[in-house]
């Protein structure tokens, strides 16, 4: 349960697999700190959780050295979550807000888009 222990509203989970470019995917944890920096003093009341499939096994040890800031990281080692929500294969859209019902507010990327980001902080 992603919610266990937490008092928030609404949480952002953010799906993502390794691929082919393991470096391209690291980079992305830059951006992310970034944004989740500034989401921690805009809604204290969104938890993020980071559901991560490391594609290869060597890809392992990259996902234990992330650091994320205040975000949970999952690892979804079996694609489970993938599998029960029917996620696109390295989609842009694997990122949802969704509030304590699991009702879907949100989906997109708003990793690079400011215009979605600031949709995520308004809800």
Known sequence: NLWQG??????LVVYSETGMCVDCWQKQFIFW???INRMDNARPDMKVVFILYPS???????VK?????????VIDSTRLFYKKNHLRRNGDN???VIDRSNEVLFVGNPLFS????EEILSI
């Open 33 to 35: 700190r970034s944004r």
């Open 56 to 62: 290869r096994n060597e890809d392992m040890d990259v």
């Open 94 to 96: 694997n990122c949802f």
């Open 6 to 11: 937490s008092h928030a509203e609404r949480m």
């Open 114 to 117: 400011n215009i979605q980001w």
């Open 65 to 73: 050295q992330i650091e994320i800031g205040e975000a949970a990281i």
